[in-house]
Each structure stands twice: as C-alpha cells, then as structure tokens.
C-alpha cells in the first residue's frame, strides 16, 4: 500500500511543474505583440501553384470575355502574409467644442478657442509621457529625444517632436511635427504610417489631457418605450421587484 504522504508530495511536484510551464507559456504571450499587427489564420494561400491557361476544345463556344472576375497574376510589390501590418492608421479627434484639426504628410495643425489653455497645457502632457522638453518659448515647443513604447510594437521607438502656435484672433493654431523618429539603427521618417502614427499619437493623448470632464464619463441613455419593454419580457418579475423597490423607499421615508 502507498504511503499517502509520498502520493501527496508526488501531486503536489506534478502541480507545481504544471504551474511553471503556464507562466512561461502566459509571459511568453503578454510579451509577443505581434497578435495584434498579423492577419490571423492560415497563410499557406501564398504558396499557391499559378494558375493553367483555360484549354477549349475545338467547337465549345465560350462567352463573351468579361473583366468581372479577372485575377491578376502579376508580381505584387509590397508585404505579404504575416508581413502585412493590418493596423489602421491613427485618426487624430479633437475632445474641445469649436475646435477642428488636419492631419496632413505627417503635420496636425489644430485651432481651437485660446480660453481652453491648450498650448500652455501641452508641456504637462509630455512630462506624463516622459517626453522631454529642449526650448520653449510662447510660440515654439521642441522636445529632445524620447523613447516612447506601444503595447502594439515589440521595440519602442526614438523620437523627438515641435510643437508651433499662431494666434489668429480668439484662436490659437498649433502645428504638431515629428523632428525624428527612429527604430534601433532604423529611419522612420519616410514610412508615412509610421509617421501618422506617433504624431497623431501624442496629439490624441494631449486631447484626452485637456478635455472635459463630459467627455470623460459614459453618458447614460435614457431607456425608450420599446427598451422598457424589452426588460420586462427579459425578466418578468422585474416589475415586481421595482414595484418591491419602491415600497421599501417608502417604508425608509416614513420611518423618518
């Protein structure tokens, strides 16, 4: 017969080994991103064989030819497969009434109403992000060299901004660019989608810095006639326990 205590001590090395295994497993996959810029599932469609000319016995007629499903067997330039990155480009959104932005060959150039501070909040934005400021002045901001990380990206990246302000009237307009940006002994400045995507980036945080507290919280909508009754069907004690709801309101009331 076993001695229970070694059978113990067997279960508990088993376990304990299991448990190891899946931590590696679990840091192995919070640390890979790259989930999250690949086309998922099976990608043996590009070692697909090129496709036969169309052989036609002699005395079959063939229909008209139409270009509605012509595939073309040309060489495509580009990334493939695991290569393509499907991110979508970052859009830049203004949070402030009265306020519009452009995003264009890599500039955001943003007016809004001076009354909202925009341009004197902009050095407290970059300190959240660790971004470092050179000079400044009341119309020029220039960072130094920063080293910003994103959870979609395996490495971060190098980068350093300017910032630009004219006032037009009750308005300011601010000009966003990037000064570098660079990937280990890697150039970003000429990838376009790279460029958009950390320029516009840091523009949006520096909206979620300075917008207002509506913004911030989910507003509440109020339920119509059919969603009301969409809850009672779902539940059908629910207005019973609205109308219990009530009464215990009132009960606590007239106790006061």
């Known amino acids: 017969m076993l001695n229970k205590t070694v059978l113990k001590c067997k279960a508990f090395k088993k376990i304990a080994i299991l448990s190891a295994f899946a931590s590696i497993f679990l840091v192995g996959c919070s640390s890979d ?9 099976n990608d043996d469609y590009l070692n697909s064989p090129p496709l036969k000319a169309l052989v036609i016995p002699e005395g ?8 509605d499903f012509y595939v073309d067997n040309n ?23 009265d306020a519009f932005v452009i995003y264009n060959n890599g500039t955001v150039t943003f007016n809004a109403p001076i009354s909202y501070g925009i341009w004197n909040n ?5 300190a959240k992000q660790n971004i470092s400021i050179i000079t400044s002045d009341n119309n020029t901001i220039k960072t130094g060299n920063s080293i910003i990380a ?6 971060p990246v190098d980068a350093s901004y300017i910032f630009k ?11 966003m660019v990037l000064d570098t940006l660079t990937r280990g002994n890697e150039n970003l400045m ?15 945080q520096i909206m979620d810095d300075v917008a207002p507290e509506s913004l911030r919280t989910v507003p509440v909508k109020e339920k119509t006639d059919d969603d009301k009754k969409d809850d009672k069907e779902s539940d059908p004690n629910k207005a019973l326990k609205e109308d219990l709801k009530d009464e215990i309101r009132d009960g606590i009331r007239n106790d006061r």
């Open 75 to 97: 060489d495509i330039e580009g990334a493939l497969g695991k290569q393509l990155d499907i991110r979508p480009p970052t859009v830049p959104i203004p949070t402030i009434d």
């Open 150 to 155: 994103r959870g979609d990206e395996q490495q």
């Open 165 to 175: 302000r004219q006032i037009l009237g009750e308005t300011e307009t601010i000009t």
């Open 33 to 41: 991103q790259s989930y999250k810029r690949e086309v998922e599932g």
């Open 122 to 126: 902009i050095p407290n934005s970059l």
């Open 60 to 67: 079959v007629s063939v229909p008209v030819e139409a270009g």
């Open 190 to 204: 000429s990838q376009p989608i790279e460029v958009q995507r950390y320029v516009v980036g840091l523009f949006n």
